[in-house]
């Protein structure tokens, strides 16, 4: 061909992109111009235009006959390439993008380029394999690739496990087991072809692989992901899947036993496998609420969907539709989906901004159809063995009852304690929020709350309310003579002698603020506020906490007591306030003593001494 023709493929599955790939060779004198004129600022330009000629060069070789079913991977690196073309002409007319946004689009072509590095890699090696093996050894080269994808697929797994954790919950550990379940698979007719002699017909064994590498892929789908308090449910998901394997793969042999083309109910059955993990990993992967998730089912969704259209296309096309055996160039789809699946693990990355977030209401509803499905799957599979063997059939569809009902039943129980966890949190914060936290006793809140209650309850009873309003003597000069963390361990100590002088379970203790307390005393009269009142005034004392700011060099308090039956139109903030005036009378009077609102004051005394056991009626 002339320099300055242009290459068509006609009639070619990738002509087009192959079209693009090659585009213009007379053109490849400018990409040179514009890789020189890239500066030092726009190496990512210059990285990716120098990509431009190699895969311009690899392409053509993507045109080969044999290798016609990887069209769209030559359509996607033409479209890379001639995307890269016209990003050069746009930048020699001046009209290119502002540097951010080209950067970033560069960045995206280049990662996709990277991307086809690993499974063209793969192909490639496979073709040279069997093109290189004698005619008689081509089945063997290929299936030692056939094998090594998943085994590859499975090691991808597990290093991603060292990372995560190896919990079956975290999923990979179960795709590792997958993978390694159908390399086993592809191994069995490989050992029996080398030890046995004749033809083996139906191989049962390999069969069984294939079928069971569904179930951790299945377990999957169906179990709660991440959630290390969900083992019984976990274990009743393990144990419908594997019975749903079981169930399939007798499904299948009774097919292949009574059918008289095997080999097409053998395609079609499995065909109903992929398509069933296609549906179940696309929904946990729409509905996936974190990153780890995503990471997870993203890769599988990805592996699923090729698997589909690489095992139609070779149980349908290859064996079925061309009878083509194994060691030919067909046999280089088989693997492809486990190297693109290893090569996306293996390059994600971790995204450092907050990920799509899922709706709460789907995220749901998947969560709660996926077990469902799975139940419905084992239903479904027991139905139909039960047409050929009914015993089978009928213990099928009693599993997939008495699991779900097993699983509800689990699930119900875990609500019931979650929800029993959430109230004790609850309360425990809730007493928290009403604690106050220097001296253990309620705080303002809870002391009004306390109020309103006792006050209505009052109201309906007609029974008396005691109010006792509670100060600490000489409080400030404790503060200003020994410290404040001696201040706040005289509040601890008195509130405990206060707490331990209060006999009755009704009776209600509260810091009112600062150096105060308030106690409730429920259906009291007057004689028992002064007698309890007395009580505490001396439970104090008993206390011998040592105030230098003080006369007697001891911690004392001054209470001021009121009692009120309510009636309609009164307010419980009048019967505080007559409290407060008598606490306030009593400080007056000398400290250390008791005084009671609803009598009568008495007559002028000297205020000079402190009482030991002085009450002052108001």
């Known amino acids: 061909m002339r320099t300055g023709e242009r290459c068509l493929l006609v009639e070619s599955p990738s002509a087009t992109g192959l079209r693009h790939a090659l585009g213009s060779l007379g053109g490849q004198q400018r990409e040179e111009t514009a890789t020189q004129q890239v500066g030092p600022r726009d190496w990512s330009l210059g990285r990716q235009t120098r990509l431009v000629p190699l895969a311009r060069s690899c392409a053509p070789w993507l045109a080969v006959p044999k290798l016609v079913f990887l069209g769209p991977v030559s359509d996607g690196l033409g479209w890379v390439a001639s995307a890269n073309s016209t990003a050069d002409k746009r930048e020699q007319a001046g009209a290119m993008a502002p540097r951010g946004q080209k950067s970033q689009v560069l960045k995206k072509y280049s990662n996709l380029v990277r991307g086809l590095w690993a499974p063209l890699a793969f192909v490639c090696a496979h073709a040279l394999a069997i093109a290189l093996s004698p005619a008689h050894e081509r089945a063997t080269a290929s299936r030692v690739f056939q094998i ?220 709660s159809a996926s077990p469902w499905l799975l139940c419905v799957a084992v239903l479904g599979t027991g139905l139909a063995l039960a047409r050929y063997q009914y015993a089978a059939g009928a213990a099928g569809v009693l599993v997939a009852v008495a699991g779900y009902g097993l699983r509800n039943v689990v699930r119900e129980v875990r609500h019931l304690e979650l929800r029993a966890r959430q109230r004790k949190q609850q309360l425990a914060v809730q007493e928290l929020a009403l604690t106050d936290a220097l001296t253990g006793v309620a705080n303002r809140r809870a002391l009004d709350e306390a109020f309103e209650r006792e006050w209505k309850r009052s109201l309906r009873s007609g029974r008396p309310l005691g109010v006792l309003l509670i100060d600490i003597d000489y409080f400030k000069l404790l503060n200003d003579t020994s410290g404040h963390q001696a201040g706040d361990q005289c509040l601890r100590s008195v509130a405990l002698g206060l707490r331990r002088a209060l006999q009755r379970p009704d009776d209600f203790l509260g810091r009112f603020g600062g150096e105060e307390f308030v106690a409730l005393l429920p259906d009291t009269d007057e004689h028992g506020c002064e007698r309890v009142a007395e009580s505490l005034r001396q439970a104090v004392i008993d206390l011998q906490l040592s105030n230098a700011g003080a006369p007697s060099s001891k911690v004392t308090i001054s209470i001021g007591a009121a009692c009120e039956a309510p009636r309609p139109g009164r307010e419980r903030a009048d019967l505080l306030r007559a409290a407060d005036e008598a606490v306030y009378a009593a400080k007056r009077g000398g400290r250390n003593r008791v005084c009671l609102a609803w009598l009568a004051p008495p007559a002028p005394q000297s205020v000079g001494h402190e009482a030991g056991t002085a009450t002052q009626r108001l």
Request: glycine fraction near 4%.
């Open 148 to 367: 090594s994808a998943p085994l590859l697929a499975a090691f991808v797994a597990m290093r991603r496990c060292r990372a995560v954790g190896w919990r079956p919950s975290d999923g990979w550990s179960m795709v590792a087991l997958a993978f390694s379940l159908w390399a086993l698979g592809m191994m069995v007719p490989q050992l029996r072809d080398r030890t046995t002699t004749g033809s083996v017909l139906v191989d049962y064994s390999d069969i069984l692989l294939f079928v069971m590498y569904a179930v951790p892929l299945t377990w999957i789908v169906a179990t709660p992901f991440r959630h290390r308090d969900a083992s019984a449910i976990q274990l009743v998901d393990g144990l419908l899947a594997f019975a749903l394997g079981v169930l399939f793969f007798e499904l299948t042999i009774v097919l292949i036993r009574q059918t008289a083309d095997q080999d097409v109910a053998l395609s079609w059955l499995f065909d109903v496998e992929n398509v069933f993990l296609c549906v179940g990993l696309s929904a946990r992967s729409w509905a996936a609420s974190s990153a780890a998730e995503r990471r997870l089912f993203q890769p599988l969704l990805v592996f699923a969907l090729l698997y589909v259209v690489a095992a139609a296309y070779n149980n349908h096309i290859t064996e079925l539709s061309l009878h083509i055996d194994s060691g030919s160039y067909f046999d280089l789809i088989v693997p492809l989906p486990f190297v693109v699946f290893a090569e996306f693990v293996w390059t994600a990355r971790a995204q450092p901004t907050a990920a799509r977030r899922a709706l709460a209401r789907r995220t749901r509803y998947v969560r």
